[in-house]
């Protein structure tokens, strides 16, 4: 949809634009999307049957909101769609600095020029982006920032301090028929907490020695880490209690919508087999379900999604080091990401020294499951066979596919390799390879095999 051409408010009274107010603009395209079976929501996976119904009864309700949820859960991402539930294009009186309805003038500016230019006082469309505002809580967040000041450049210009046009408003003034956004509220000092009662309540704004009884349309949406609520900064019961809805939100419940995620939200610089996706994913979970991890900061979905990237770029370091044509992650990869990774982990206090013997063992773990339900029911006693025969067999994180799939022992009649890469969707080099790779690790962790790693090499045997 372009933007309307429509440039005056006697035009866009003309051409039959109902005003309506932000709630019922939300209300109006939410049930129109349920309505004809769109998805209001995209790119949110494992929320359908908690989280999702939470919000959509809130705004219905046309409630102000706050998200409570560990990190990495997405509760900005489920802040920042809600724009999508606004009008494409929405008429504003031109140069008014709170996007107000030609309809409806609210600040003496707009209200003068109206009166001075009638029908033909001019207007533009503002994109539904451009009404969805977020800020940061931190704790040096001013009530100036959120909610507005004295202008001492429009004070030199010659106007009493009594002068309403001598305020410069905030944050929230500005998102007038729009989202404002509030990341991690209770890191906002209780002081600018107090700030904004009378925005949510009363919708209006106290600035100084001014209260301006503005009708602000604006939707106050926030996210809040329970740990934070509760122990480094809270949210002060007043303004707690002016929220509508509080939503707890939740890392996924099902290992497909886990793997949806990473696979939405990484950015893969090689080709990255589902079953390295996978094995991420149940590793991610199973941090979650240790006791011997802090459990109240959390594990992140960027952990997982951090992870995909990093074996991804081990697969093109690979490549482009050893001049492979296809750059594909492998089994091998794995060891690097952890390498990384375990900052990104808080571990129980008394599990100190053990962090790397922790992970590596979660790691074996999710590699077991993994190698289970893409393997089961094949037959690997052939392999098992020919390594006992005395073949070793080397890969590693410069060990090219070729290099590899040269050392495996042939299997006489057997068509092994094949099987396993036919389960595993692999066609070229670096996917065999992979896929070989995993059935290896399969034997290993079943202890039918053994495996010696050191100096950038694995060898099985």
């Known amino acids: 949809?372009?933007?309307?051409?429509?440039?005056?408010?006697?035009e866009l009274r003309a051409s039959g634009h109902v005003q309506r107010s932000l709630r019922g603009e939300i209300r109006d395209n939410l049930l129109s999307a349920l309505r004809e079976g769109r998805d209001p929501w995209p790119g949110l996976h494992g929320f359908d049957a908690t989280v999702i119904p939470q919000l959509e009864r809130a705004l219905l309700a046309g409630h102000d909101i706050v998200l409570l949820g560990e990190r990495g859960q997405g509760k900005t991402r489920l802040l920042r769609t809600m724009n999508g539930l606004l009008d494409e294009w929405s008429p504003v009186i031109e140069g008014s600095e709170l996007g107000e309805h030609p309809f409806e003038p609210i600040t003496a500016t707009s209200i003068r020029r109206a009166v001075q230019f009638g029908d033909d006082l001019p207007i533009t469309w503002r994109h539904r982006d451009?009404?969805?505002?977020?800020?940061?809580?931190?704790?040096?967040?001013?009530v100036a920032d959120l909610i507005g000041d004295v202008d001492p450049m429009k004070v030199a210009e010659g106007r009493s301090l009594g002068d309403p046009e001598t305020i410069h408003f905030g944050l929230i003034p500005r998102s007038h028929r729009g989202i404002v956004a509030i990341n991690e509220l209770p890191d906002l000092a209780e002081r600018i907490q107090v700030a904004m009662l009378n925005v949510m309540e009363e919708r209006d704004i106290q600035i100084r020695g001014y209260v301006l009884r503005l009708p602000l349309d604006v939707l106050v949406v926030a996210s809040a880490n329970p740990e934070d609520y509760t122990n480094r900064g809270r949210i002060i019961t007043p303004l707690k209690d002016?929220?509508?809805?509080e939503i707890r939100t939740h890392y996924p419940t099902e290992l497909a919508d886990e793997v949806a995620i990473i696979r939405q939200e990484s950015d893969l610089?090689?080709?990255?087999?589902?079953y390295l996706v996978e094995i991420l994913a149940?590793?991610?979970?199973a941090l979650r379900e240790s006791s011997a991890v802090d459990q109240r900061s959390g594990v992140s979905a960027r952990f997982a999604i951090a992870g995909a990237e990093t074996i991804a770029a081990a697969a093109i370091h690979r490549a482009t080091r050893q001049g492979e044509e296809h750059a594909v992650a492998r089994p091998v990869?794995?060891?690097?990401?952890?390498?990384?990774?375990?900052?990104?982990?808080?571990?129980?206090?008394?599990?100190?020294?053990?962090?790397?013997?922790i992970l590596d063992h979660l790691l074996r773990t999710a590699t077991a499951e993994t190698v289970r339900a893409h393997l089961r029911g094949v037959d690997l006693a052939a392999l098992t066979t020919a390594i006992e025969t005395g073949v070793?067999?080397?890969?590693?994180?410069?060990?090219?596919?070729?290099e590899f799939l040269t050392g495996l022992p042939?299997?006489?009649?057997?068509?092994?390799?094949?099987?396993v890469c036919e389960r595993l969707d692999a066609t070229n080099d670096g996917q065999r390879a992979g896929a070989i790779e995993l059935a290896l690790e399969g034997l290993y962790l079943m202890r039918k095999i053994s495996k010696e790693s050191g100096g950038g090499e694995t060898i099985y045997g």
Do not use: H, N
């Open 269 to 274: 610089v090689a080709d990255v087999p589902d």
């Open 1 to 10: 949809m372009t933007r309307p051409a429509i440039a005056t408010v006697g």
């Open 410 to 419: 042939p299997l006489g009649e057997s068509d092994l390799y094949d099987v």
């Open 130 to 142: 451009a009404r969805y505002a977020e800020k940061l809580a931190t704790p040096d967040t001013s």
């Open 333 to 357: 990869d794995l060891e690097t990401a952890v390498d990384v990774l375990g900052g990104k982990i808080e571990f129980e206090s008394g599990e100190e020294g053990r962090e790397d013997e």
């Open 392 to 402: 070793m067999i080397t890969t590693g994180e410069q060990v090219t596919a070729r």
């Open 242 to 245: 002016r929220f509508g809805a």
């Open 282 to 285: 149940r590793f991610t979970r």
